[in-house]
């Protein structure tokens, strides 16, 4: 079975951190799992499914296991539902030379090339006050095409020798229209149908062109949000046919806001894992040395895209450190514990990935070129908890529209199976 299909669709739907964790959510109800609130009571039982989310963005699910005794432990795997973008200012519209212009902010390490001369939608949340007084939350999706105009090459005939070096300030500006008299609020009611009054936003653009396979044997995913949203659909179709009989909580964990450093309400750097685990062991032991004893005995996968070898740019890996897209996941290590990979954590990976018969292949950072980062070495810290960062090889890392492998998606769910079996 492939699940490159279900992906495709998944990444269409999930426009946004907030469209894909509604998406998770709505799934879940269909899958009758139990949705908690951090300000109420939680009831648990065994063998009981749940999710819990915080500030619109982030999601926890997870179940508990029928035999549920007090020497249990936590199988977990993290992702993240936001990616590189451009998100709309408070004040966002601007009027220059006849045109209507959306005014933006950079989102994350945005590969700002990439955004000029394609078709934009934006969407995100939006808090209305109603005629009551009261403060509602509304998911939304504009579907009207804008676009990053680029300057024509007959003005700038150096940009091909020179390079394309854009302003995020002065040229990152998405034409709206051509309409003087705008109203953003009253544009989006009327395009939304909602009443109420806009008091803000958390609005996002992103990429109109759906999601496709491509390749001349449809090898390749292309689509917008791979990094990370891959992640994200690899470990809930792991965790959606995982069973309960062993002795785990089986969890998924999704946090936004890990592409601006995961410091916030409802990142990794947050409470926000730490306070549920401690409200799940609290059903089923009051004591908090048996807290400390059960996070000792789980594990986290911390499951992010990697870096496949470019073919035109190969001399940017490491000679013996280049992953293929169609290879296998990558397990990513960095002496700094830019990643929380260690010995023993690559040594339960590699089991899994064996027992699942699935290939691995190895990625360190050539020794002048810095790595990146995930929620890995926040979530070992913070918890205690042995992890390891892993992740599918993908080239167009933080453009706009990115590629990776459908046979490296399937073998990774099957990876992530074999994990929350054991």
């Known amino acids: 079975m492939s699940y490159s299909q279900s992906l495709l669709e998944f990444i269409d739907q999930s426009s946004t951190a907030f469209h894909a964790v509604e998406n998770l959510k709505n799934e879940l109800f269909k899958q009758n799992y139990t949705e908690l609130k951090e300000e109420a009571n939680w009831s648990l039982e065994k063998g009981g499914k749940y999710f ?6 982030s999601i926890i699910i997870f179940k508990t296991p029928k035999k549920w005794t007090s020497d249990y432990a936590f199988s977990i795997i993290g992702a993240h539902t936001d990616s590189p973008c451009l998100r709309i200012k408070n004040n966002p519209i601007s009027t220059k030379e006849g045109y209507q212009l959306l005014n933006i902010e950079i989102y994350g390490g945005v590969l700002l090339t990439s955004w ?8 995100g949340r939006i808090i209305i006050e109603t005629e009551n007084g009261q403060l509602e939350q509304k998911i939304i999706k504009i579907e009207k095409r804008l676009r990053i105009p680029r300057l024509a090459i007959h003005l700038d005939r150096e940009v091909n020798k020179e390079g394309f070096k854009p302003n995020p300030q002065e040229h990152m500006f998405p034409v709206i229209g051509l309409y003087k008299d705008l109203q953003f609020e009253d544009w989006i009611k009327k395009e939304t149908g909602l009443s109420g009054t806009i008091l803000s936003w958390d609005l996002f653009l992103f990429d109109a062109e759906k999601s496709s396979l491509g390749g001349i044997h449809k090898e390749f995913i292309f689509a917008p949000r791979l990094d990370n949203l891959a992640s994200v659909h690899a470990s809930f179709e792991a965790l959606k046919t995982a069973d309960s009989e062993n ?42 040395e048996t807290y400390f004893q059960t996070v000792a005995r ?82 070992a810290a913070k918890i205690g908890i042995p992890t390891i960062d892993v992740g599918n090889p993908m080239l167009s890392m933080h453009s706009i529209r990115e590629m990776c492998g459908v046979k490296d998606h399937d073998a990774i769910i099957k990876v992530f199976t074999e994990f929350y079996k054991s």
């Open 52 to 57: 819990v989310t915080r500030a619109e963005g």
């Open 116 to 123: 000029f001369d394609k078709d934009l939608y934006f969407g």
């Open 247 to 288: 002795n785990n909580i089986q969890m998924a964990v999704y946090f936004q806001h890990e592409e601006i450093g995961s410091e916030s309400q409802n990142g990794a750097n947050s409470n926000f894992l730490e306070a549920t685990l401690k409200r799940i062991h609290g059903h089923i032991s009051s004591k908090e």
């Open 298 to 379: 789980s594990f986290f996968i911390s499951a992010d895209m990697a870096h496949a070898v470019h073919p035109s740019y190969s001399e940017k890996h490491d000679a013996n450190h280049k992953p293929h897209i169609g290879a296998g996941p990558v397990i990513k290590s960095n002496a700094n514990m830019r990643y929380a990979t260690d010995a023993f954590s690559i040594a339960k990976f590699k089991q899994w990935c064996n027992k699942a018969n699935i290939p691995f292949q190895d990625f360190c950072s050539r020794n002048d070129i810095g790595c990146g980062s995930t929620i890995g070495p926040m979530t």
